[in-house]
């Protein structure tokens, strides 16, 4: 049925009980057979993303359907008011302490067991009946997680990983007790030797005690491991949601109070002092200070800010006192929302993800049904029920498809939560694909390429002329007088009868002279022809000349404009490298594109700068590129830019810009430096190129060993270190993400 228009929601739980990707797929084919609901599980994370319809559906029932299907689901708890970031984000859990708990008691028990079995000389009379003491709690006890989820999963008609686990411990477990008690390995003197591959002949006089107890005591080792990695891959957006200050001190009525951060409302004015954070995200109405923004952005140096200015939550104050105006709060703010865009992204699946779901949901029949023919061939072949025995237990152990259920989601845990950290959001995992295939990358000039403030780069005439000019300019508010003054960064004299003559100039008594600052028509004189040659030079750049008279004389001019950011030139080349080619496209007129563009290495004659463009025709020049072949990235951030955002293959977003550019894009770089969307491919490159590895690692794994295993080549013990090991190689290979670094 299609759904009313508003009645979709997204609600994200908690799941509890999953302990593979199998247990994963089979939460979501049961949420995804509801009407109304759209589901997607992630085994990494624990979590469901849930969108259904809520005239259909309620929280209430998807609670159940997860409960049906065997495992416990929750709504999030909302994160306590006290939670501070720290040295104990990667505290271990309950969970993690009962499991270490398991595991180093099992491992103390199963380590005689493993040196009597494998070692003849330690063997005396009567030894095996100390192993079947020792080795009895381990296979019981130490492995109880597996049996109990097996069971779970046997009730709902369903088999995972844990199916193979337990029926390959108790498989070994229960044939030894056979061995004992009826067969011949409880005669006194008896002796065993540790062997590579499935011996033949042993009959009842062989022991898999020391299977029992290895392969438990490595799969507690391999699930410890990961569940450790798991916590350790999400601590980066841990550490980002708890980032936000605890409280601030807001004005009532000119005195200061101090109340929580979330009870902040807009147009509270609040005071923020050396070493505070920023409360929230608004808009600086005194004071002038610099503010460290390098937990959201990445950028090391701190940023000057004043009257005017916006300031995002969870900043630092390292200089000044400043007086904020709170514009945004709670779930609007900056950080909110860069929080909901790295959840959104760790639980959403990449196309690569796919051929694994595919997999893992019918692994475990296969095996099940391979390990039993395992059994029946090597019966028939060879009529022996030990090497029959051990080789199809070898074949249950091996084929656990834990590290192809985490080859994906743990990639993408780490690597969104290191973007986070560096100031690139990632807003789901397919943008990995795109940022793969694009090989064209459009960039605007204006707050982009550009810093998008007007700065005085040039002084033309005489030595007075930028005092004088910054003295009458120090009265207007317009951008190219603020570019003027703050060239000037010196005391300046005190100006008298100051007028502002509407889109034409300033004048003013400067020392008793009178000075007029403006453009070429509104000059009392010409400009001498020194002075027009500046002037048109200037202008043909692309430049703004505004000139400067003095008692009726033209004395020189100063010239004023957008200025490149230090970094993009430098950031352009590197696009380069990456494969990418470069293209301008600005509103501005030809002559400032081109100026812009020699500045940053583009050349404006081999079609690598668009100027005079419109909203519409940016987009015209998105889709010219991509109806040749080309796929396209798009760099902006202004409202004008979000259509073409939209319209690109891969949309990158400066988050300083408007909420248009934002909300379009796929990416979303925090710090406004063109440097960031280099790291942000780069970044989405490597975790992309890691994804792939954990899964050809994982599948490789599992068609080289299987057959190995089927074969009678691998020992049941080995082959639970190895499975085990395949798992920590995976989380440990997704974790290499964490050293990723920023460029430059």
């Known amino acids: 049925m299609t759904a009313a228009a ?90 993690d302490r009962a499991l270490r708990q398991r595991l180093v008691v099992s491992a103390a028990l199963a380590l005689p067991v493993l040196l009597l079995s494998m ?47 337990s029926i390959g411990i108790v498989a070994a477990f229960v044939w030894s007790l056979y061995a004992l008690f009826l067969g011949d390995a409880g005669a006194p003197g008896m002796r065993m030797e540790f062997h590579l591959l499935a011996e033949q002949g042993a009959g009842t006089s062989e022991l898999y005690l020391e299977v029992a107890a290895a392969v438990t005591v490595f799969l507690l080792a391999g699930r410890y491991a990961e569940s450790r990695a798991k916590r350790r891959s999400g601590s980066a957006l841990r550490a980002l949601l708890t980032l936000g200050a605890k409280d601030a001190a807001v004005l009532r009525d000119g005195v200061e109070v101090r109340v929580p951060a979330d009870r902040l409302a807009v147009g509270d004015r609040f005071v923020v002092r050396p070493g505070e954070k920023v409360a929230t995200d608004g808009v600086v109405v005194s004071g002038s200070s610099a503010v460290d923004a390098s937990m959201l952005t990445g950028e090391s140096v701190p940023v000057e800010v004043g009257v005017g200015d916006r300031v995002t939550g969870a900043t630092v104050n390292v200089g000044g006192r400043l007086v904020v105006e709170a514009d945004r709060v709670g779930a609007e703010t900056t950080l909110a929302a860069l929080g909901r865009l790295v959840t959104a992204a760790q639980s959403g699946k990449a196309p690569v993800q796919r051929l694994a779901d595919r997999v893992s949901a019918v692994f475990v029949p296969v095996v099940l049904v391979i390990a039993l023919a395992t059994l029946v061939v090597w019966l028939l072949v060879t009529g022996d029920v030990a090497a029959a025995f051990t080789s199809a237990v070898a074949v249950l152990v091996i084929a656990c498809p834990c590290a192809l259920g985490l080859a994906t989601p743990t990639a993408l845990l780490v690597g969104t939560g290191r973007g986070a950290q560096l100031g690139i959001v990632i807003k789901g995992p397919e943008v990995l694909e795109s940022t793969r295939r694009v090989d064209t990358v459009v960039l605007d000039k204006t707050g982009t390429v550009t810093t998008g403030e007007m700065a005085l780069v040039e002084v033309v005439g005489h030595p007075d002329t930028l005092r004088f000019a910054a003295a009458v300019e120090a009265a207007s508010e317009h951008p190219i007088a603020r570019a003027v003054v703050r060239a000037a960064a010196q005391p300046l004299p005190e100006v008298h009868d100051f007028a502002n003559r509407q889109g034409r100039g300033v004048s003013g008594t400067v020392e008793g002279r009178l000075v007029v600052v403006g453009r070429v028509g509104e000059m009392p004189a010409p400009p001498s022809a020194e002075l027009a040659v500046a002037v048109a030079r200037a202008e043909d750049s692309g430049r703004t000349a505004v000139l400067v008279a003095v008692d009726g004389e033209v004395v020189g001019l100063c010239v004023v404009a957008d200025t490149v950011k230090p970094s993009s030139a430098a950031a352009i080349a590197a696009l380069r490298d990456l494969g990418l080619a470069p293209v301008l496209v600005t509103g501005d007129n030809a002559g400032a594109a081109a100026a812009v563009a020699r500045a940053v290495g583009l050349d404006p004659d081999a079609g690598e700068v668009v100027a005079g463009e419109l909203p519409e025709g940016k987009v015209d020049v998105v889709r010219g590129l991509q109806a040749r072949g080309r796929v396209v990235a798009v760099v902006g951030d202004g409202v004008n830019d979000a259509p073409a955002l939209a319209q690109a293959d891969l949309g990158l977003a400066m988050g300083t810009g408007t909420d248009a550019a934002i909300e379009a894009a796929d990416l979303t770089l925090v710090r406004a430096d063109l440097s960031a969307a280099v790291d942000a491919v780069r970044l989405s490159r490597r975790t992309l190129a890691t994804i792939k590895a954990n899964l050809f690692w994982a599948f490789a794994y599992n068609v080289a060993l299987v057959p190995l295993a089927a074969l009678g080549f691998l020992n049941p013990v080995l082959a639970g270190l190895a499975m085990a090991a395949s798992s920590v190689l995976v989380v440990g290979n997704s974790l290499r993400l964490r050293r990723f670094t920023a460029s430059g």
């Open 6 to 95: 508003g009645t979709h929601h997204e609600v994200r739980l908690d799941i509890t009980g999953m302990t593979c990707a199998s247990c994963a797929n089979r939460i979501e084919r049961k949420l995804n057979k509801v009407e109304g609901v759209q589901a997607t599980v992630n085994y990494a994370t624990e979590a469901a993303t849930v969108r259904f319809d809520r005239d259909t559906v309620d929280t209430d029932q998807l609670l159940a359907t997860v409960a049906a299907a065997g495992y416990a689901a929750s709504l999030p708890a909302p994160p306590a008011v006290d939670d501070e970031p720290g040295p104990d984000d990667d505290a271990p859990t309950a969970e």
């Open 119 to 165: 070692v003849p000389p330690l063997q005396f009379e009567n030894w095996q009946w100390l192993a079947l003491t020792l080795a009895s709690p381990v296979a019981v006890w130490g492995a109880w997680p597996f049996h109990r989820a097996a069971a779970v999963n046997a009730r709902h008609g369903a088999s995972t990983m844990d199916t193979l686990v």
